[in-house]
Every structure is written in structure tokens, then in C-alpha cells.
């Protein structure tokens, strides 16, 4: 500690020469503190000699290398009297002249490239002969042997030198032996020095061949292929490493096999990978198999072992070869045959994957190369099993999804791709083999997104190869009344290689995903071509996605997966940012200094750097390949995916949001325009007015002035009087809209004439069973329903099934575009099965009103034939009995008909009015209107006991009944009331409660059988009122 004071001068020189700092700086005092501690306080070993030789050593080894022997010479010379110095003998410190050493080695800085002093001799520079610096044809001399360059004598090299070199010289003297001298004179150069070959023309000086000959020789690697004959490796001292020459010996083999190092087999088996061909460990086949070549191994196995090791590579080998010519095919679009942009994609997504795999590849080749660790064949195996395990899931699902015939459409191509895409996502239980699979059906599903998006977006079903689900029928415009339904369909062809049930088609995994969405799409698509046909405004498309605005389908669906699946926290997101930031100045600095190096060595030799660097055809590959788009980039981020996630689930949550929001926007905008500006509701009601008979003036009116033509019986029924006269009607309420209407009248028979006559018509073998089966075959059961007194009253009950008499009358409305959308065909035959069973109720209520009591006979009459009566044969009541019975007859007929009137009146047409009305102050989007509306139609069919088909439903069978019930009654009624026979009476009463209890015992059998509120009343009402049987 005494000599702190001088420690502390020294210090302050020390720094103060070294780093120029001055003493009043802050980075001087650190420094300061920094070496004083140093100094005072280190606990460093004593100095290695050995080590120190050794760099030394080293040090002329690399001198001798250069060229610069002189200088290694001098190295070694001046290296030995320096330790043998007497003054380091008797000194007090212990390996002083060691430490010394040791320190010059640190203070030196490429003592190579130092340029030589006083008294130093140059390098010889013997120029080349001016007439061999020729052009030089690179392909002729890379092809000839390596010229024997004689470059004076050299001490032996490290192990990792060449040994040709040490067989070539053979021990002998070299040429050159007296070419580095330390003489002022230099000797002439022989001439046997350049007879191998002339010389480049860029190398002017031996250091620089030797230079150029020294980087050539370690970047070729020693041939172990092509015609020359198996080498034979060295002999090593395990005998666990000589097994091949030990079997070969024992086992009498003749035939010689090569050996081959582990290091080469490891580098062939990564080459192969990355370009799966024949190569000198692997050949192909003409079925496309892939096979270990025999008579290779290595020295530490049998050839059979080494087959046996390495067959594990060549089902992959084959599998790459067919994903290879499979992407090299569907490279760019065809015409002939049309390829769908689906396939394309998913080419595409493959083609990122095998560039991840070569990548890996090159990874791995490039840690064999350098020879750093140790590495063997189990530790390759082990690298690359994960990606083998990829490899073998994406064939399967490959060779699953192109299992198709020739003649496949594009739409069923690019579905089973799909659909067996997304099957293999959910069946494949690894994380990262999913996260995989996810990728490439995000790099597949691009197309069908990106129509989607056109769709969503501008109202266009762009699909040019004709493989989307949904086409447009081009057949149906937009000003079609079937436009809603018909113009968009959805197309599920059928897969011929999925016809036994047993096997499930592959193309129904993706409609998981599609099935919710079509709807919702077809919708969206009508809309627009509807709001663009109506000259209305674009609506625009508002997404909003965590701040990103104007996205794409496919960008919104690829960002919900990643920020789903891989939601980093804020720390890591400002990591990854720092590093991102860090990266991109670390690039940038590593652009420079290749640069500036590039420019340096082509500067030195512009020859040896064009022939060995990287062609420019090279560098434009690498760029086109990491050449990616945003999307494509964004997909590839996304990582491994847990089995717990569903990835239907995450496409589905992706996509509907948007797809819903974009429905409710545009169907929001197109019934603003349809209910305000074409006055979609004021069409409907004019419809439920006219066929629905809500406008009962007016309808009184109409159907009064048909039953009336049809009484008459002298003048035909034809459809233009009944167009007229309903315009006419209609015209009182609704000026603008009675031309839309007209009246057609189906040919038909008066069967009235019929009614009239005293003969009843015979009745069929349907009339004789209850008609209810028929109705519950149709939806509510098949059991049958026999009832046998039923049977036996139907039996005696003859009367005609007609329509209540009156024609099938078809009532159209020719709808405007676009409220034809709503009022359809199908629609308004609905509202005319419905007009035709209300007016079968006003026809029979019409015909027993229109019998008044003063059309009676009169009472004159009455008494003039009182003393007639007791003359007629058979038991006779009085006059005023029967009189009394008809008029009571009469009331129970209308009594029935009414109840049964009021009742679907007030159950069915109303409900009905009143959910229409609701429905469209509402104004919900335009396919909920119409698939409501049709909804609510079925609804009253149904309650009316009406079927689907045409067949004759019971309660029609009833009106039909009671309609010849009235008009037989009004034949006695207008008659002559005196002739009318008490067994006439008692027939017609007796029908009557036939039909009563028929109507009856069908309502029971359907309020027990089925939930049936709106029938219960109706059914209490008729049971209280059954009338009793009448005796003659």
C-alpha cells in the first residue's frame, strides 16, 4: 500500500495516453477507480507459459500462412532470446518475461497486416506473363484438376489442413526451397512453377493465388459421388466404429461398399429434403418411391442397419415430391382446364410452409457444416420429427381432398378442399400440427372471402371459376317476382365418392362454418341489388376492429384469430415492439457493412467474387420468395393452437358479426324505402281487404251480386263482368289499386239443377269414413278413426261434395314491382283458399237469409186446404206444425253456419290482421317480413282445418253438406208449403244432425288428440247445441 501514490501517477498517465480523457471529466475519474481497483484488489492468476508459447507459436503459424516467413522466422528468433535473457533470471518476480509476452500479444491488433519496416524483406512479387492474361473460360477451368502451386517451404499445418498437399510434395524439396532468404537478392522464379494451367487474370502475385487456392479449397467439399470409386475412410481405434469393414471382412462379401461418413449422410438426408430427387444415398422409383441405395453405409453399421436407419425418410421424401409437383402445377391460373382460385390458395399456403420447412432445413445443414457441436444421425431424426409429423397430417388431408374424379366441377373441388381442411383441423389433437392446418385453411379460405367481401361490399357475386356455394340464376332479374327465392342457390353437389352413407362427405365440415352464414349472405346480396335497382344510395360498410377501419374480409377474420388465439399482455407487446425497433437498426447496420465489404473484396478481385457470390438470379428468388403480402403475413404470425379451441367457432365468431351488422344496415335502408316510398303495407292491406273480406261493404257487395248470377242460372258466370264489377268496388276505397285486380272463373258445371231434384245423388265409398284420417295423415298422425255409427248414418247420407256450389274462384292481384316481392304466386293462392273458405261460409248464411217469412204461402191458402189434408194418405200434421218446423229448421241452419262464421272470424282472420299490421310497424328487414307474412299464413290455414293439398277437408265437407241442406230447404220454402210431406222434413232435420254431429265428433277427436286452443270453444259451443235425432 506504500506505493499507492506512485499506482495513482502511473494511473492517470495510463488513462490520459490511452483514452485521452482529462482529469475533470466524469469518465475519467471512472476509469480511474476502475484501474485502481484493478491494480490494488485483483485476485489474477499467475501467467500461463505454456498458454503463451502456444499463441506465439500460433502467431508465426500464422505468419507462415501469409507468406511473411521472414517474419515467423524473426518471431521465433527474437522469442528465444527474449526468454533467455540473463536478466530475468536473478529478477524477484516470478515469470516476468512471460508476463511480458503475454501482454504485447494483447496489445496487438492483426499483426498480419501490419506493413513491413526497415529492414524487413518483402514478399517476392513476380509479375505474371502479359500474354496469359487471356480471357479465361471459367467453365473449362473449374472443370480441369487443381494446379500445383510451389510456394517455397512451409512448416507442417494444423490437422485441419489439406493432406493432398503433404502427398504431393512427398517429403522432397521444393522448387522454391530458396525463395525466402534474408538476402537483399532475390532468386528467379523457376518455370516449372506455372505449368499446370495459366493463371487468372485478376491475380497478379503468389499470395494472392495462394489466397485465392487456400478459399477455394474450403468451400469445395472432398467427392464422395459421381464415377469415382468408393473411398475408403481411415481405420478408427474403437472397434465399435469398424463394424462395416469387420462385417464386410467376416462376411465374405466381394462386392465393395462404400462408406461414408455420418457427417455426409446427415447433409445428404437435409439436401433431399429440401429438393426430394434421386441423390447418391436416396433413388426414386418409377411409382414415385423413394428407397435407400444400396451399397453405402457407414463405418459404425451394416448396410442393412443404415437401410433400416434411414428408412424412416423416405415416405416423407415421397410425400414432399407430390406437394412439390403439386404446387409447381398450380403455380399461376389455367383456363384449359379451369383451376378455382380456391386451389390456388391453398397451393399458396403450402408453398409458406415448405419455405418455413427449408428454412429449418437450412438451419440444420448449415449446423452440420460447421461442425461446431457434435452432431449424429438420432439428432437429426429428433429435428426433424415435428415437422415429418406436419408433413404426414397435410399429405393425408391432400390425398383426401383431391380424391376426386376428373370431371369434378370447381365448386365441388374447392368445397371438399375446404371441408377436409377444416375436418382436419378438429381431428388433429397437436398444438402445433393445428396451428399448421389453421394456417393453411386461412391461406385457403382466402377466395371464398374474398367474394364475400365484393358481395358484402358492393353487391356483386364476383365468382369467376364458378366454385363458390352460392351462384346467381342470371335467368331471374331483379324485377321478378321470384327474385327473393330463386335468383341466389345454394349449390351442394353431390360427391360420387361419398355416395355410401357409411362414409361422411368431407365438404359438410365446412358447412358448420358457411350454414349460419348463407342466409344472412343471400339477404345481404338481394338487398343490394334491390337498393341499387331502386336508385337508392350505398349504404357504406361500417367495421370497426380494435381501431382498424376499411378492412377486408380476410384481414378482419385473420386479426379476430390472432388477437383470439394469440393475445400477448402489454409487457410483451412493448417487448416485441423494442425488439422489432432493435431488429430494424440491426438489419440496417448489417446492410452496410456488407456493403462496405462487398465493395471492398470485389474491389480486390472482381473475378473470384462475380464467380462466387450469389447470382443476381439468386437474389431475386430470395427477394420474390420473402416478397409476402400483408394478409399472407398476418396468417403466418398466428401460432400453435390449443386443442380446447374450436376453430369452427373462431371462423364462425369472425365472420358473423360482421355479416349480421352488414344485414342489419343494408335490410334497415331497404324497408325504410319499400314501406315509404312504394308503399309496400298500403298493397298488402288491400289484399287482406279484397281476399281476406276485412273490407265488408264492399266485398257484401261483391260476392251478393255473385250469388245473385249464379240463382239465376240463365246467364253464364264469366271472369270479365266479375273483374269489372269487383274493380268497381274496390275502386271506392282504393282508386289507385282496382285495375290490379281480376276475376278468373275455372270451367265448371251447374250442379244445381242436381240439388234440386227429388233424387239425391249416390254417395262415394270417401264419404262413408270420416274424413278426419285423411287430415291426419297429412301431419298429425296416421293412426285411422273408425267410428261405426258413423258409418252407418254416412251411409244413408247422399249428398253432393261440391264447393258449396259455387266455382273456384281466383281473385289476382297483379302486384308493382317491387310489392310483387311479398305478394307472390304461391302467396296469393294461399289468399285464395282462404277467400274461397270464407265464401263458402257467405254462401250458405247468403241463402238462408235470403228466406223471409212473408214468402210463405199465404194463411189463406192455409185454411182453403185444411179440409184437403185429412184426405191425403198417411199420417199428416197440421198445416202450422210444418210451417213451424221449417222455420225452425231454418234457424238451426243459420244458427250453425253463423257460429261456425263468427268463430273463424274472430279466432283466425282477426289474429291474422292484427299480426300483419305489427309485423310491419315493425319495419324489420325485408326477408323477416316475407318469411313471416308466409309464416302467419300457414298459421291461419291451419286454424281454418284446411290442408296443404287439394283434397276435400272435413270442415269443407260440412259447408258442402249444410249448402245442400239450404237448398233443399229453399225448394220447400218457395214451393207450395201445403205439399210439403212431414217425412220430407223429418229427412232433411235428420241430415242436419248427421252433419251436426259429424262436425262435432271431428272437432272432439282433434282438441283431444292435439293442443288445439283456438278449436276448444268452437267445440263447446257445437257439443251444447247437438240437436236430437227426429223418428218419422
Known amino acids: 500500500m506504500s506505493n499507492s501514490g506512485k499506482f495513482d501517477d502511473l494511473t492517470k498517465q495510463l488513462i490520459t495516453h490511452l483514452l485521452g480523457f482529462k482529469e475533470d471529466e466524469e469518465n475519467f475519474i471512472r476509469s480511474e477507480q476502475f484501474v485502481l481497483s484493478n491494480l490494488l484488489y485483483h485476485h489474477c492468476l499467475a501467467v500461463n507459459s505454456h498458454a503463451v508459447r502456444r499463441s506465439i507459436d500460433g ?88 494446379p500445383d502451386y510451389v510456394l517455397g517451404p512451409e512448416d507442417p499445418l494444423s490437422d485441419w489442413s489439406d493432406d493432398e498437399d503433404h502427398e504431393d ?62 473411398q475408403e475412410l481411415p481405420a478408427s481405434n474403437h472397434p ?15 462386392r465393395q461398399c462404400q462408406q461414408l461418413s455420418e457427417w455426409a449422410v446427415m447433409r445428404e438426408v437435409v439436401w433431399c429434403l429440401m429438393c426430394p430427387v434421386s441423390s447418391h444415398v436416396f433413388v426414386v422409383n418409377q411409382r414415385g418411391q423413394f428407397n435407400v441405395k444400396e451399397g453405402i453405409t457407414l463405418c459404425s453399421l451394416t448396410p442393412a442397419a443404415f437401410r433400416s436407419m434411414l428408412e424412416y425418410v423416405c415416405e416423407p421424401l415421397k410425400q414432399l415430391h407430390v406437394l412439390d409437383a403439386f404446387m409447381r402445377r398450380n403455380q399461376s391460373q389455367r383456363f384449359e382446364p379451369l383451376i378455382p382460385l380456391t386451389v390456388l390458395a391453398y397451393a399458396s399456403g403450402l408453398w409458406h410452409w415448405r419455405q418455413a420447412f427449408c428454412h429449418h432445413l437450412k438451419g440444420l445443414e448449415d449446423a452440420i457444416k460447421d461442425q461446431e457441436n457434435t452432431h449424429t444421425l438420432l439428432w437429426l431424426e429428433g429435428e426433424l420429427f415435428p415437422w415429418l409429423r406436419t408433413l404426414a397430417v397435410l399429405f393425408g388431408v391432400h390425398m383426401k381432398a ?13 368445397m371438399r378442399l375446404l371441408g377436409s381442411l377444416c375436418e382436419g383441423v378438429e381431428e388433429v389433437g397437436e398444438a402445433g400440427v393445428r396451428g399448421v392446418m389453421l394456417r393453411l385453411l386461412l391461406h385457403t379460405l382466402r377466395s371464398y372471402l374474398s367474394i364475400m367481401h365484393s358481395w358484402l361490399m358492393h353487391g356483386s357475386l364476383l365468382d369467376c371459376a364458378q366454385e363458390f356455394i352460392v351462384h346467381r340464376d342470371e335467368l331471374i332479374t331483379v324485377y321478378d317476382e321470384r327474385f327473393w327465392h330463386k335468383a341466389f342457390i345454394v349449390s351442394l353437389e353431390n360427391d360420387d365418392l361419398n355416395q355410401n352413407r357409411e362414409t361422411r362427405n368431407p365438404a359438410m365440415a365446412i358447412m358448420k362454418i358457411l350454414s349460419p352464414l348463407l342466409a344472412i349472405l343471400m339477404s345481404v346480396g338481394k338487398s343490394q341489388e334491390l337498393l341499387a335497382a331502386l336508385d337508392a344510395p350505398p349504404v357504406a360498410l361500417q367495421s370497426h376492429l380494435k381501431g382498424h377501419t376499411d378492412c377486408s374480409l380476410e384481414e378482419v377474420v385473420v386479426r379476430y384469430i390472432k388477437d383470439t388465439v394469440c393475445s400477448p399482455t402489454k409487457e410483451s407487446e412493448r ?86 351488422r352488414r344485414q342489419e344496415e343494408l335490410s334497415t335502408k331497404l324497408t325504410k324505402v319499400l314501406l315509404e316510398e312504394h308503399h309496400l303495407a298500403v298493397h298488402c292491406q288491400v289484399v287482406r281487404s279484397v281476399l281476406l273480406m276485412e273490407a265488408g261493404d264492399i266485398m257484401h257487395e261483391f260476392y251478393s251480386y255473385l250469388f245473385s248470377m249464379m240463382d239465376a242460372g240463365g246467364e ?32 265448371w258445371r251447374n250442379t244445381e239443377e242436381q240439388a234440386s231434384v227429388g233424387s239425391q245423388p249416390s254417395v262415394g265409398k270417401s264419404d262413408r269414413v270420416l274424413l278426419i284420417e285423411e287430415y291426419e295423415r297429412l301431419g298429425r298422425g296416421t293412426q285411422k278413426i273408425h267410428d261405426s255409427k258413423h258409418l252407418q248414418n254416412s251411409a244413408s247420407l247422399k249428398v253432393s261434395l261440391t264447393r258449396a256450389g259455387i266455382p273456384e274462384l281466383q281473385i289476382c292481384y297483379q302486384a308493382p314491382w317491387p310489392a310483387n316481392l311479398l305478394l307472390t304466386e304461391p302467396v296469393m293462392k294461399k289468399f285464395n283458399k282462404l277467400f274461397n273458405f270464407s265464401l263458402s261460409l257467405k254462401r250458405v248464411t247468403n241463402g238462408l237469409e235470403r228466406l223471409k217469412f212473408k214468402e210463405l204461402s199465404s194463411w189463406n191458402l192455409i185454411l182453403d186446404h185444411e179440409l184437403e189434408e185429412s184426405d191425403t194418405e198417411g199420417l199428416q200434421i197440421p198445416l202450422q206444425s210444418r210451417l213451424h218446423r221449417l222455420q225452425l229448421f231454418r234457424q238451426w241452419l243459420l244458427c250453425f253456419s253463423r257460429e261456425l262464421h263468427d268463430h273463424f272470424a274472430n279466432t283466425a282472420f282477426l289474429p291474422f290482421y292484427q299480426a300483419v299490421e305489427q309485423l310491419i310497424l315493425a319495419a324489420p328487414p325485408l326477408n323477416t317480413i316475407i318469411t313471416e307474412h308466409e309464416k302467419l299464413l300457414n298459421k291461419i290455414s291451419s286454424e281454418c282445418l284446411m290442408g296443404r293439398d287439394e283434397k276435400i277437408h272435413p270442415l269443407q265437407v260440412a259447408l258442402n253438406k249444410m249448402f245442400w241442406l239450404t237448398q233443399q230447404l229453399s225448394h220447400l220454402w218457395l214451393g207450395d208449403v201445403s205439399r210439403v210431406n212431414v217425412g220430407e222434413i223429418t229427412n232433411l232435420e235428420t241430415h242436419y244432425a248427421q252433419v251436426h254431429r259429424y262436425l262435432v265428433n271431428f272437432l272432439t277427436t282433434m282438441v283431444s288428440r292435439s293442443f288445439s286452443p283456438h278449436l276448444e270453444g268452437l267445440t263447446r259451443s257445437l257439443v251444447d247445441t247437438v240437436p236430437l235425432l227426429a223418428h218419422q
Request: proline share 7%; with cysteine.
Open 59 to 146: 502467431l508465426a503459424l500464422k505468419f507462415t500462412i501469409h507468406g511473411q516467413h521472414q517474419r515467423a522466422s524473426r518471431l521465433k528468433d527474437l522469442t528465444q532470446k527474449f526468454v533467455a535473457s540473463p536478466i530475468f533470471k536473478d529478477h524477484h518476480e516470478t515469470d516476468l518475461e512471460w508476463s511480458l509476452l503475454s501482454l504485447l500479444l494483447h496489445l496487438s491488433n492483426s499483426p498480419t497486416q501490419v506493413p513491413l519496416g526497415e529492414g524487413e524483406t518483402q514478399v517476392p512479387q513476380v509479375p505474371l506473363d502479359e500474354v496469359r492474361q487471356e480471357k479465361l473460360d471459367w467453365a473449362t477451368y473449374l472443370r480441369e484438376d487443381d
Open 716 to 747: 253464364e258466370i264469366d271472369s270479365i263482368s266479375l273483374t269489372l264489377f269487383l274493380q268497381y268496388c274496390v275502386a271506392r276505397l282504393y282508386p289507385d289499386l282496382a285495375q290490379f285486380f281480376s276475376v278468373s272463373v275455372p270451367l
Open 402 to 414: 383431391f380424391a376426386l374424379p376428373p370431371e369434378a366441377s370447381p365448386r365441388t373441388v374447392a
Open 240 to 254: 465399435k466404429a469398424n463394424i462395416a469393414k469387420l462385417c464386410k471382412s467376416g462376411s465374405g462379401i466381394q
Open 169 to 230: 510434395c512427398g517429403g522432397k524439396d521444393l522448387p522454391g526451397h530458396q525463395l525466402y532468404t534474408h538476402s537483399s537478392t532475390l532468386p528467379s522464379l523457376p518455370e516449372t512453377l506455372f505449368t499446370a494451367k495459366p493463371p487468372l487474370p485478376g491475380l497478379k502475385t503468389l499470395e494472392q493465388l495462394h489466397h485465392a487456392k487456400s478459399w477455394l479449397s474450403d468451400k469445395i467439399h472432398l467427392q464422395y459421388w459421381g464415377p469415382k470409386q468408393p
Open 575 to 660: 417487448e416485441l415492439q423494442e425488439d422489432s425497433e432493435r431488429g430494424q437498426e440491426d438489419s440496417t447496420e448489417g446492410k452496410e457493412s456488407v456493403a462496405r465489404n462487398t465493395s471492398r473484396h470485389a474491389s480486390l478481385d472482381p473475378l473470384m467474387w462475380a464467380a462466387f457470390n450469389e447470382t443476381p438470379q439468386d437474389s431475386l428468388v430470395k427477394e420474390t420468395q420473402l416478397n409476402m403480402d400483408h394478409i399472407a403475413s398476418l396468417i403466418e404470425e398466428i401460432g400453435d393452437i390449443p386443442t380446447s379451441v374450436s376453430v369452427v367457432f373462431l371462423l364462425t365468431s369472425a365472420l358473423q358479426p360482421l355479416v349480421r
